[in-house]
């Protein structure tokens, strides 16, 4: 008894960190606990629901138990055989009634809600639909009713349904905004379909939630709710004629180095993050927090052109493994495209 008093003693602080690395004590909103939409909301209430029953079960369980074991323990002196039990119809009866119910008001709704969580809003006019692509290790968002594609913020409008078609374009991830609702995997050669609703204005973090190579779990991303005014000045500015570097040397050098895979605006290619008004995200590559952008006294952040200078110096330090290539720039003509880019916000 006392051995055993020592262990546990000894594994109680072990127990304490694990709890705190389970509970993700990291930026602000990755939990499913704290849904931000009906969607969440709904699967919230299933966890509520099962974890109810199970919690109730091990109770009742572990008190019967408990109470026998005090109960019909051996007492001193007794060294009578215990009155042998074989069979008994009316306890046998009880406890197979009872999973049944159990089961029963633990799986109605979950099959209704399932259900429920996969409708299909394509061909709903009213609907947003987000074609999400997902490339090691970066989200590209198309937005096929308006013709305009976006990498890594994710804008929503918080009155529609946002319909999405998910995709990948390399091997299998998973998109997954845990405060909103998911997740669903991407494969490539595949499409999935999975609709969610932002009704609360904000921004959201979204997750790679499938192990996808060595900066899976950089693989990050924001989803932005915004008013549906705001969403429309959003899609005109996307639509709106690329801005330029003012200075035509770096104009020149970022036409020819970046936009052969890259686009802003109307000009570029398509195989890489599309960067028009990449100044006013929150992150550059999706995990370097800009302070210009977001302040958070707490987090020793760079600016978004300090950001942008370490990602296009050696995107590999940043993100091991990620497709960009090692650019041929000299430190002038860096921080020149640096500077261009995170000044390019776009207003809505
Ligand atoms: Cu993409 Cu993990």
Avoid at 184 to 199: A, H, I, K, Q, V
Wanted: aromatic share 8%; charged share 20%.
């Amino acid at each position: 008894m006392m051995n055993r008093w020592h262990v546990m003693k000894r594994l109680l602080p072990l127990t304490a960190i694990f709890m705190l690395i389970l509970s993700a004590c990291g930026r602000e909103d990755l939990s499913t606990l704290n849904p931000q939409g009906p969607v969440a909301e709904t699967q919230y209430d299933l966890m509520k629901l099962s974890i109810g029953i199970m919690t109730l079960v091990v109770v009742v369980v572990f008190a019967i138990c408990i109470y026998v074991l005090i109960k019909f323990r051996r007492r001193k002196g007794d060294k009578t055989i215990p009155k042998q039990v074989e069979g008994n119809h009316t306890l046998e009866i009880i406890w197979t009634v009872i999973p049944l119910v159990l089961l029963l008001i633990l799986g109605v709704p979950t099959i209704q809600h399932v259900f429920g969580l996969a409708k299909d809003y394509s061909d709903d006019k009213s609907a947003v639909h987000v074609k999400v692509t997902a490339h090691q290790y970066w989200w590209e968002f198309e937005y096929t009713d308006y013709g305009i594609t976006t990498a890594q913020e994710l804008i929503v409008p918080t009155d529609k349904k946002i319909q999405f078609d998910l995709t990948a374009a390399d091997v299998k991830h998973s998109f997954w905004i845990p405060a909103i609702g998911g997740k669903m995997d991407t494969n490539p050669g595949m499409t999935n379909n999975m609709y969610l609703e932002f009704p609360n204005e904000g921004v959201f973090r979204g997750k790679c939630a499938e192990l996808c190579g060595p900066s899976h779990a950089l693989m990050d991303f924001k989803a932005k709710a915004v008013s549906s005014d705001s969403f429309d000045r959003w899609v005109s500015a996307m639509k709106a004629p690329a801005v330029m570097p003012a200075d035509p040397e770096i104009a020149e050098t970022f036409n020819a180095q970046c936009l052969s895979c890259h686009a802003v605006g109307e000009k570029g290619g398509n195989s890489a993050p599309n960067l028009t008004g990449i100044g006013g995200r929150q992150t550059v590559a999706g995990i370097l927090f800009n302070s210009d952008v977001v302040a958070d006294p707490e987090k020793e952040d760079k600016t978004t052109a300090e950001n942008l200078h370490d990602w296009i110096a050696d995107p590999q330090k940043v993100k091991p493994g990620n497709t960009m290539p090692q650019v041929d720039l000299t430190p002038e003509q860096i921080d020149g495209i640096a500077k261009y880019l995170a000044g390019y916000k776009l207003d809505y």
